[in-house]
């Protein structure tokens, strides 16, 4: 057998490797225009079916009686609050539930002076929930127009239309127009815990920084509304100080007894 110089076989000639061939028949591009086209015909019509149900549903939701407010549920606060809750927001009674504005009539009820929270909420399919937190009275006082009011521990103040809260000590403000003087004895009373306050007798505010009440027969001298939780720890370790009569607190890092 003839070999090259290497001594190997020459290859065979006229043979050529095969190729794969594909089963899957070709597309013309007709037949792929038509394809795309089956395509976007069944994506236009998915889109209106979903446009159609939704103007439906829009339709029931705003039309459809079952879904109009038939009434308001109020929880939190006194019969009275409650009262005052719906005063306010009857009006959107008989309206489509879905269009209630939340925002308004929370701003509505956040003006009511006693309310430190409003949250307001859609109750499908027909009423509207509305969940009040009144505020807490520390001190209550005499304004300058003879009326009762009480402030919480931020100096909000607000009417006494419940009657007297138990535990709450009344102060006697100099200047209850004064809005510093108010907050300055509210902010006292605020950080002392409800037993405390309820100890608390002859509370009187003379300016911003001239608070001072007694505690059984101990004499507080408070001064202003500042280090109001030093303040509270250091009356509380020294009441338990035999024969003292007076203390000091007003610099809470050097309060004075006697």
């Known amino acids: 057998m003839p070999t090259g110089e ?77 009262r ?25 009820l956040s003006q009511v002076p006693s309310f ?15 969940k009040v937190t009144l505020r807490v009275p520390v001190v209550s006082f005499t304004s300058a127009q003879g009326e009762r009011r009480y402030a919480d521990a931020a100096g909000v103040v607000f009417p006494a239309a419940g009657g007297e809260s138990a535990g709450v000590p009344t102060a006697e403000v100099s200047h209850p127009d004064h809005a510093a003087e108010v907050t300055a004895v509210a902010a006292a009373m605020g950080v002392l815990d409800a ?25 507080v001298i408070w001064g202003g509304a500042a280090q109001g939780a030093e303040k509270s720890l250091v009356l509380a370790a020294l009441l338990q100080q035999k024969d003292v009569t007076t203390i000091n607190v007003s610099a809470p890092d050097s309060p004075v007894t006697s």
């Open 84 to 108: 005052e809750v719906h005063r306010l927001t009857d009006d959107v009674v008989g309206s489509a539930l879905v269009g209630i504005d939340r925002d308004e009539l929370k701003r509505r």
């Open 6 to 82: 290497s001594g190997r076989s020459a290859p065979s000639r006229g043979r050529r490797p095969e190729r794969h061939r594909s089963t899957q028949p070709v597309r013309s591009r007709a037949q792929q225009e038509r394809l795309r086209l089956v395509r976007r015909r069944r994506a236009i019509f998915a889109l209106g079916v979903v446009v159609v149900v939704s103007v439906i549903a829009a339709g029931l939701l705003w039309l459809a009686p079952w879904f109009r407010v038939a009434r308001i549920e109020v929880t939190g606060g006194s019969e009275a609050d409650q």
């Open 116 to 130: 430190s929270q409003v949250e307001v909420q859609r109750q499908w399919p027909d009423q509207v929930s509305v």
């Open 195 to 219: 037993q405390q306050r309820a100890k608390v007798g002859s509370l009187k505010v003379v300016s911003p920084d001239g608070v001072s009440f007694t505690v059984g027969r101990v004499k």
